[in-house]
């Protein structure tokens, strides 16, 4: 089992930036692939942000130049910059990992989710 536990999360006024980050812990052997997605109300959930172990980044066209992913790799971590809020980024985010995990008989393959935190942009 691998537990992710994302914080940073709350009130910021449009214009403004939030940090969020996210700590994977567990029997883990790596991971490859580690991102962020959100859901607002009546909305589907949808990425925005992913970062693979080698470090390339990707990002949808409504957060690219404003939002920017890092991991640390040593620490299981992964961060989010959120900077240039909108109103319209507001939504529950969720911190997503894919990689491979250590058990008693052999390594196997985990996908995980976050509990979430709200972020909530005022206008």
């Known amino acids: 089992q691998v537990q992710l536990a994302e914080s940073g999360g709350g009130l910021v006024q449009a214009g403004g930036s939030l940090r969020l980050s996210c700590v994977a812990s567990g029997s883990i052997v790596s991971i490859n692939t580690m991102a962020w997605y959100r859901q607002a109300p009546g909305k589907q959930r949808e990425s925005v942000a992913t970062?693979?172990?080698?470090?390339?980044?990707n990002y949808p066209d409504s957060v690219k130049g404003r939002f920017t992913i890092s991991r640390d790799n040593a620490k299981n971590m992964v961060y989010l910059q959120m900077n240039s809020l909108k109103p319209q980024d507001t939504a529950v985010y969720y911190c997503?990992?894919?990689?491979?995990?250590?058990?008693?008989?052999?390594?196997?393959?985990?996908?995980?989710w976050g509990q979430g935190t709200q972020v909530t942009v005022s206008s």
């Open positions: 997503y990992a894919a990689g491979v995990v250590r058990t008693p008989l052999r390594p196997y393959a985990f996908t995980s």
């Open positions: 970062i693979m172990s080698g470090g390339s980044t």
